[in-house]
């Protein structure tokens, strides 16, 4: 079992910027990629951003240049750095796990970005 736990959701205007950050516990040993997934109104889950254990990351063409995911071993945590939000940013972001035995899941945080 894998547990994650978002943080760092919140309030943006158009242009600025939040970091999320994705606590993981439980055994993490076992986890392979780790990545960002995000939701927004009345659209299908996407990915946004993955980082494998060898920290090879991959990015969704809507964020690149713009977000940037990274991981800190020693407090088992993955970040999603967001600069330059725009509206269509907005949606629900999950933190998600996937290790030989199933993906996790975590809550999600809410991001907004409005004026």
């Known amino acids: 079992q894998v547990q994650l736990v978002e943080s760092g959701g919140g309030l943006a205007q158009p242009g600025g910027s939040l970091r999320l950050s994705c606590a993981a516990s439980g055994r993490i040993v076992n986890i392979l990629v780790m990545g960002w997934y995000r939701q927004g109104p009345g659209k299908q889950r996407e990915v946004v951003a993955a980082?494998?254990?060898?920290?090879?990351?991959n990015y969704a063409d809507s964020v690149k240049g713009r977000f940037t995911i990274s991981r800190e071993n020693a407090k088992n945590t993955v970040y999603l750095q967001m600069n330059s939000l725009k509206s269509e940013d907005t949606a629900v972001y999950y933190c998600?796990?996937?290790?030989?035995?199933?993906?996790?899941w975590g809550q999600g945080t809410q991001v907004t970005v409005s004026s």
């Open positions: 980082i494998t254990s060898d920290t090879l990351t």
């Open positions: 998600a796990a996937r290790t030989p035995y199933g993906d996790y």
